[in-house]
């Protein structure tokens, strides 16, 4: 397996854009995460998803962002309209979603540069 | 918001010695998690530990865990200038694999 694919790898946009970040899990996995991190806040959980269903929205900033995951193989993380705050490196993560939990494999990240 | 902080922040250490981070977390836990990251990359799963498990080891790893001190150590036996990177603690709360992090520790092994 390829692990999770992230893409783009790099996004440099202006202030104002719309910017889409795209992650395809591991085939299998059932629960999906987007994380932000920067160095003031840290890794934060953004969204996450089990079997394609949003379970806990709380972590994104505000209605500016927005995540989908219309299959099992695919998710999006929208920015409409983007900040300059927005700048960080974005993570998506998979795992299995076994009792007892089991270990989250992450992409390796798309670095966001709103200027 | 974040569930765990590491201590200590920033660890320097020469290779060949060990070295221990702290875990400090705030709510009940289904499993504790240790993750790696390189500069620049992605995190790397290490180890888990479950609520009814007190120590657990993989390789030059060993990890506790205390349910009643709301904490976790991980260390790190013989370190090499390979082991430096960031080092994360993640609490899952078991009901839906919902995984939060810590704040890191940075960890620096010189030769």
């Known amino acids: 397996d390829a692990g999770v694919i992230q893409s783009p790898r790099h996004e440099v946009t202006e202030m104002g854009q719309e910017v889409t970040l795209r992650c395809k899990p591991i085939?299998?996995?059932?629960?999906l995460f987007w994380y932000r991190q920067t160095m003031m806040r840290g890794l934060e959980l953004l969204i996450y998803?089990?079997?394609?269903?949003?379970?806990?929205d709380s972590g994104m900033p505000e209605d500016r962002f927005s995540a989908k995951m219309p299959n099992a193989s695919f998710s999006t993380l929208k920015i409409q309209p983007s900040e300059p705050r927005d700048s960080a490196v974005y993570f998506c993560?998979?795992?299995?979603?076994?009792?007892?939990?089991?270990?989250?494999?992450f992409g390796q990240g798309t670095r966001l540069t709103v200027v | 918001s974040q569930q765990g902080e590491e201590d200590p922040q920033a660890l320097s250490i020469q290779e060949g010695e060990n070295a221990t981070m702290n875990c400090s977390y705030k709510t009940s836990i289904n499993n504790l998690q240790w993750y790696r990251q390189n500069s620049g990359r992605g995190l790397v799963h290490l180890i888990l530990i479950r609520s009814n498990e007190r120590e657990k080891h993989s390789g030059r790893l060993r990890v506790t865990l205390d349910t009643s001190k709301k904490s976790s150590s991980l260390l790190i036996t013989a370190s090499r200038a390979a082991d430096t990177a960031s080092y994360f603690c993640a609490t899952g709360d078991g009901t839906a694999s919902k995984l939060t992090f810590g704040t890191g520790t940075r960890l620096q092994v010189t030769l």
């Open positions: 993560a998979s795992s299995s979603n076994r009792q007892g939990g089991t270990e989250a494999f």
């Open positions: 998803f089990n079997n394609n269903v949003p379970i806990d």
């Open positions: 085939s299998g996995h059932n629960s």
